[in-house]
């Protein structure tokens, strides 16, 4: 039996407990916006430090999470830092099996419960495409693609019927097996410097649609 602190904080609350802490006041008339995520929210920190310094933005990625993680600590990572906008990216660790089986309705399930969170709290959701992937390398062959393309348009419909906002980064990065274009990413899932490059001007646009809302 596993008694490791890290196992008893299976949604590690604990990551940005003190920078959470740590957070100043929003000055008067900032419009603070938290990107939710995994390991591709947190990497773009690492590629385009600048483009959270520059910007009220807040990162809350955590590498290899799956979407029940984010959506117990949603509330001390998002809705406790009042912003007014939730950049959420999520599901692709879903569907490689991170935290065990998960199918696509479970995925959009909480998804759609961290939306709905957000928006009992006055937070505008943008709700972000999955990026395509063809393969996990660290889990190949469970033929992602797919399940992707049916989630990120189950996700669409939803946001559009909840007057939320749908950031489709998976049009502008996909290939033609919808895998992520070899000159984004290098191991066909993580974007490089290339990919965020393309992520940020649509993030920054799905943004002002949403605080325009």
Known sequence: MVETTEAQDWANLNRYKTENEKLTPQASGEQRVVFMGNSITEGWSNFDPDFFTDNPYINRGISGQTTPQMLVRFRADVIDLHPAVVVILAGTNDLAGNTGPSTVEMIADNMMSMAELAKAHNIKVVLSSVLPVYDYPWKPGLKPAEKIVRLN?????YANKNEMVYLDYFSAMADNRNGLKPELGSDGVHPNKAGYDIMGPL??????RALDK
């Not at 348009?153 to 419909?157: I, L, R, V, Y």
């Not at 993030?203 to 002002?208: C, Q, V």
């Open 153 to 157: 348009a189950m996700m669409k419909a």
């Open 203 to 208: 993030a920054k646009k799905a943004i002002e």
